[in-house]
Structure formats: structure tokens, C-alpha cells
């Protein structure tokens, strides 16, 4: 039972990590339709000014949860500009154009940015300081979860309840939703369409970014390729709850990330990418629009 | 009429271009011939040989490459500076594989087009069987520093092949032995499903199978890259193994023993020489205290690895990085065999690296009817302080 517990608890640290950066996809799916593939390459630059910034601040002696903070909101505000300049430049000048420019655009950007990141940090692994301090809150001989798992876990769940409280109550959020339902007529009845969409990947970049640094934190170390797997991976979260649902991001990033830990603890971390990817294989068989997605009747 | 008017301008500007590179070429010839007058004697066309240095010198393996690459320099140097090989002077073309077998053809293809005779490299196992039957059908020598697998020489297929550096079986062997030194009965062996860590782990496993008083509880691979490896921990945790040996390199090996450490799982970390770098040490920071890893010997007390040394601290400004003596000495040997041979004969240039010995950083070697290098094997370190400490 203990053994379970463990798996589960590091499935859903692992899944919560998914389920950040699926948001960002699938908000991004919903509003204009597009698989923002450089999304993968905002979590890692999220994760690299977290580095820096907490280099920067150890060095002036802060406290070790200040750190934590600061470097979450440098990150965050970092990775949103980075997301709202990927918009204007390499999606916006192309969005009446065939639906695989913009896809192709997207691959070229997340291209670009792991290189640009590889030339200007390095590209070897390097160290990251860990902000979430240690502490046994649970006896230590079971030691089930740790610190981070739980501040990964909590922030997650925090952010999803403000993510949905926010596309819910805000007229922001409203404006989101009628833009994801009709864009034209959205635009017909005085919305700012382009606003809504530079805040979709405002919004997308930040959560991508809170996941950058917590993770990091947990596990130690980065370097600039970390964004294309994780990416690949909440990517496949993202379809697997239903692209474009926010619920479905969420439900998808954990049920891949427990699917992955049991793989993993019940038969071999061999079979780990196995067991998650016929998953998706079996859902997208029986539910081609994924476990939340809504059926969309295509018209001719 | 503005469109050719246009494409007219366009090949006007290209004529006028390859005109103006053929009329270089022409005061080139020119003036040799000039010179040619002057000193009275045909020049001798300058002599020289090319030294391929294939490995990793970009990505996230660049810091196993790059030591080689500077190594070759450093001999390339100091052969230069006393004349050459017969006459001629060793040039160095650094190639960049990556640690990727699907890079190392292209670049084994490169170098065998270029006529390239003598490679150094490659860096990674798996790149180096890749490119190995390029080079063997171009009757190209090489002879890598750092890759480790066993099969490349021992199945007798590449006749063209040497190393400066033990295999992987030795290595295990070492490791087996050491974990039962520390008195271990149960091992968990993890691998990163690469043909280096797989190998090595599977060597291991081979002979703690064949030993009674160890007993392997867990034999599982990784995934790289993968986010987090706490399912892999919680397994390790959950199998009551008393001890971790690891094949592979040094992120995943940081990212579990990380993991292990946090979640108070306090058995000895083992692994290979893969881990054995300074990177790995400064990545996984104070969860490094104590990982035991096995890696080339320490040949710091022979005279001619402390120049070797001392010549990368003046070109460079820092201490060399791994593989570094094993590079030096493979390329001395390299040379030395076309010294020997009297050229780049293929024939003779084995025959010359199975028959003459040959003064290296790595002692005086030369090469097994296989192409090991005699005399070279493995010692176990431990990481103490924030360092690589040969455990006696």
C-alpha cells in the first residue's frame, strides 16, 4: 500500500508538471486553433531565468523561500513576454494563412529557441539551487511525499482554481470564451480579438513557466533541451484530455503522469513511454476527442 | 522588360564574379612560379597529414569531445615543432558528431572523402559502431579514447580499430568486485538503454549472476530526458537493494541519485566512467558526496601525463577534462605508427600499432591482436569534498 501511495504521489507531482504546460497548449488550441509546438521552449526558458535570477539573489544573500518567490515571478513575467513576442512575430502575420503555416512557424520557433538558448547559456547541464527547502512533514520512515512534491502539487492545483475562477468571473475571461466559440462573430461584437489572443499566450507562458521552475527545483538540473521532451509530453496530455478543454488539460496531464509512475513501479521504467503513449492510442481509438473534448460537428 | 532587364544585370554581376575568381587564381599560379624562379629549385608541395578528431564537441556529451580535441592539438603541436611525421606536418580537423551514430556516418563519410587516413575517435560507443564500417571500407585507422564496448573490438570485425582505453567488461568486473568489497548482497542495476550503459550494466549483471555471494534484485533502464525519475527511485527503494550500480552518463545519474538522497534512500551510488567528470559532481552538488564511479586509471605520477598536463594549462588556461591523457596517448600512437610504417600504408600502419611500443600518458602501450591497448585498465573513485578521490 505504502509502495502505491509512493508511485501515486510521484505520478501526480509528475502529471502536475504535464497538466501546467497542457494548459498552454490547449488555451492556445481553443482560442486560434493552433498546436503552439515553441510552447515546450517557454517552460525551459522559464526554468532558465529562474536559474538566474536565483543565482543572482543567493548572491545577494536573500532568504531561501524569498528566492523561491522572486524567482517565480521574474520567471513568469519573463516566459510571458516571450510567449506574447512569439505570438506577434511568428503566428500573427500568419493567421489567415493555410492552417500548417502557422504549425510549421511554431516548429521553426521552438527550433530556434533551444539553440538560442543552447548558444547563449551552454549547453551542458547545469546545477539548479534547490528553492523548495526540505522538510519532513510525514513520518520519516515512510517519507511518501516529499517538500517539493507537495509545493509542486499545491501550486498546480492553485493555479488551475485561478486559471478557471479567472475564464470564468473576468470579462477577460468571458471574451476568451466567446472568442474561442466564434472568432468572427466575437470580433463582430466588439471584442478585441488580437487582445484576447496575446493574453491567452501571456496566460499559457506564465503556467508553463510556474512548472518550469518548480520542477527544476525537484529535480536539480537544466539545460536547454529539457522544454522539447516535456513539451512532447504535455502535448500528449493535452490530446489525451481533449485538446482545447481546460478541464480536459488538467484530467489528461494526471492521468498520463499516474499512467507513466505505475508503468514505471508495476512492470520496468522500460516500458514507461510505452504504456503512456498506447494510452493515448486507446483513448484517441475509442474517444477521438479525447476524455473532455467535445464532439465538433465539421461543416461543409 | 524590367524582369530582363533584371535577370541581364544578374548574370553580368555573376560573370563579372567568376571572373574576378579566375583572374585570382591565375596571379596565384603566377607567382609561384615566380618564386619558383627566384629560389632557384622546385618548392617541395608542402607535405602534410590529416588527423581526424571525430567525438561530441557540441551538446549536452561536448565535455567527454572536447578533451580530445584539445589533446590532439597539443601533440599535433609538439610533433610539428619537432619536424613532423617523415617530413610532414600534422594538421587537426575536429569533426562533430554529437555522441549521435547517425551524425558519426556523416562524419566518418566526410573525413573518408576528404582522404583522411588516421582518425582519432570517436567519443561514444554507439557513434563509434556506427561509423566503424565506413571507415573500415576506406582502410582508415582509428582509434578512440573513450569508447568502452567491448564488441568493438573483441568480435575481431574491425581490424582497423584500436583504443587507448579498457573496455566495458573489465570496468564491470572492477565494479562487481568493488560492490562486494563494500560487502553489498543485494544490487539494484539501472542503465539509461543506451549501448554504453546497457552494455555496462549487463556486464555487471553477467557477473553477479555468476557469483553466489551477490545477488542482482533490479535490472531496469531509464529513460533520458525524462522529467523525473522518482518511479525509478520509489522501485529501487521498494526492491531492498543495498547498493546502485548505474550504467550510463552523467544527467540521468545525477537526476537519480538526487532523487535517491531526497527521498532518504542513503546505499551507495555506483557507476562508470561516464559519470566519472567533474560535470557530474557541480550538477548534482552536495547529493555527489559519496558516489563511487569507476573510470581510467590515475597516471598522474608518470612524467610524460604531467607534461601533457602541464602543455594543455599553457594553450588553454584550465586543467584538462576526461579522456584527455587517453586522447594524448592515442594520437602519440597514431602518429607514431605512420612513423613507423613510413606513410599511411594501411597494412603497415597496423602492423606498426601491434609491434612497436609507443611512450604515452598512459605508459608505454601497444596493442593486443584485437587492438586493446596493453597495460591500460580501471580504478574506482569515490567523490569526497567536491572531488574524484581514487579509493585505495
Known amino acids: 500500500m505504502e509502495y502505491f501511495l509512493e508511485l501515486f504521489m510521484g505520478g501526480l507531482t509528475r502529471g502536475s508538471i504535464y497538466a501546467l504546460i497542457a494548459l498552454g497548449y490547449t488555451m492556445v488550441y481553443g482560442i486560434i486553433e493552433l498546436i503552439n509546438f515553441a510552447h515546450g521552449e517557454i517552460y525551459m526558458i522559464g526554468a532558465f531565468t529562474g536559474l538566474i535570477v536565483a543565482g543572482l539573489l543567493t548572491m545577494l544573500g536573500f532568504p531561501v523561500s524569498a528566492i523561491l518567490v522572486i524567482a517565480l515571478v521574474c520567471a513568469v513575467i519573463w516566459a510571458a513576454a516571450y510567449g506574447f513576442t512569439i505570438e506577434k512575430m511568428a503566428y500573427k502575420p500568419l493567421r489567415s494563412a493555410p492552417r500548417l503555416s502557422p504549425l510549421i512557424s511554431a516548429i521553426g520557433m521552438s527550433i530556434f529557441l533551444q539553440n538560442y538558448v543552447m548558444l547563449a547559456q551552454t549547453s551542458d547541464f547545469l546545477p539548479f539551487p534547490e528553492l523548495i527547502p526540505h522538510f519532513d512533514f510525514m513520518d520519516k520512515a515512510g517519507s511518501i511525499m516529499s517538500s517539493a512534491e507537495l509545493v509542486i502539487i499545491l501550486a498546480t492545483i492553485a493555479s488551475c482554481v485561478g486559471l478557471t475562477l479567472f475564464i470564468k468571473f473576468t470579462k477577460l475571461g468571458k471574451a476568451m470564451r466567446a472568442t474561442a466559440q466564434n472568432r468572427k462573430m466575437a470580433m463582430l461584437v466588439g471584442i478585441n480579438v488580437d487582445m484576447v489572443i496575446s493574453a491567452t499566450f501571456i496566460i499559457g507562458s506564465s503556467l508553463a513557466a510556474v512548472g518550469g521552475v518548480l520542477i527544476a527545483s525537484h529535480i536539480g538540473q537544466i539545460n536547454y533541451y529539457i522544454g522539447f521532451i516535456a513539451g512532447i509530453k504535455a502535448f500528449t496530455a493535452a490530446v489525451l484530455g481533449g485538446i482545447g478543454s481546460l478541464p480536459g488539460a488538467m484530467l489528461g496531464g494526471l492521468v498520463l503522469g499516474l499512467t507513466e509512475a505505475f508503468a514505471t513501479g508495476y512492470v520496468s521504467s522500460d516500458y514507461e513511454d510505452v504504456f503512456a503513449f498506447l494510452l493515448l492510442v486507446l483513448i484517441l481509438i475509442f474517444r477521438p476527442s479525447g476524455i473532455m473534448g467535445k464532439e465538433k460537428t465539421q461543416k461543409v | ?392
Request: a negative charge.
Open chain 2, 1 to 392: 522588360m524590367r524582369v530582363k532587364l533584371s535577370l541581364i544585370a544578374l548574370c553580368l554581376v555573376m560573370a563579372a564574379m567568376l571572373a574576378a575568381c579566375g583572374g585570382e587564381a591565375k596571379k596565384d599560379e603566377k607567382h609561384d612560379e615566380k618564386a619558383d624562379v627566384e629560389t632557384g629549385e622546385v618548392a617541395a608541395p608542402a607535405k602534410k597529414l590529416v588527423l581526424g578528431v571525430a567525438g561530441a564537441h557540441s551538446g549536452d556529451l561536448a565535455s567527454y569531445g572536447l578533451p580530445t580535441v584539445n589533446a590532439a592539438k597539443l601533440v599535433a603541436d609538439k610533433v610539428n615543432a619537432a619536424g613532423g611525421v617523415n617530413g610532414a606536418m600534422v594538421e587537426v580537423m575536429p569533426q562533430d558528431d554529437q555522441c549521435k551514430p547517425e551524425l558519426a556516418t556523416n562524419v566518418a563519410t566526410k573525413l573518408l572523402s576528404d582522404g583522411v587516413k588516421i582518425v582519432l575517435g570517436h567519443i561514444c560507443s554507439g557513434a563509434t559502431k556506427a561509423a566503424l564500417p565506413i571507415y573500415l571500407s576506406g582502410k582508415i585507422v582509428v582509434m578512440s579514447p573513450s569508447a568502452t564496448n567491448p564488441p568493438l573490438t573483441q568480435s575481431g570485425e574491425y581490424p582497423n580499430f584500436f583504443r587507448t582505453i579498457a573496455p566495458d567488461d573489465a570496468q564491470a568486473a572492477l565494479e562487481v568486485s568493488f560492490a562486494k568489497s563494500l560487502g553489498l548482497k543485494k544490487v539494484a542495476i539501472i542503465h539509461d538503454k543506451g549501448d554504453y550503459g546497457k552494455g555496462f550494466a549487463s556486464f555487471c549483471k553477467q557477473f553477479i549472476d555468476a557469483d553466489p555471494a551477490i545477488e542482482q534484485v533490479l535490472f531496469e533502464g531509464v529513460t533520458p530526458g525524462a522529467v523525473d525519475y522518482s518511479a525509478v527511485v520509489q522501485k529501487i527503494k521498494g526492491s531492498g537493494a543495498e547498493g546502485v550500480i548505474f550504467g550510463g552518463y552523467h544527467p540521468e545519474a545525477s537526476k537519480i541519485v538526487t532523487g535517491m538522497r531526497k527521498k532518504g534512500l542513503d546505499i551507495p551510488f555506483m557507476s562508470d566512467d561516464g559519470v566519472k567528470d567533474d560535470t557530474f559532481i557541480k550538477v548534482a552538488g552536495k547529493y555527489a558526496e559519496g558516489v563511487y564511479a569507476t573510470g581510467p586509471m590515475d597516471f598522474s605520477s608518470n612524467p610524460l601525463y604531467q607534461e601533457a598536463v602541464a602543455a594543455h594549462k599553457a594553450k588553454f588556461g584550465t586543467d584538462p577534462g576526461p579522456f584527455f591523457p587517453e586522447a594524448y596517448s592515442a594520437a602519440l600512437a597514431l602518429l607514431n605508427a605512420v612513423k613507423v610504417a613510413g606513410g599511411t600504408d594501411y597494412n603497415k600502419m597496423i602492423d606498426a600499432l601491434h609491434t612497436s611500443y609507443v611512450d604515452t600518458p598512459v605508459g608505454k602501450i601497444k596493442f593486443d591482436a584485437k587492438g586493446d591497448a596493453e597495460g591500460v585498465g580501471f580504478a574506482v573513485y569515490q567523490v569526497k569534498d567536491g572531488k574524484y578521490v581514487e579509493v585505495k
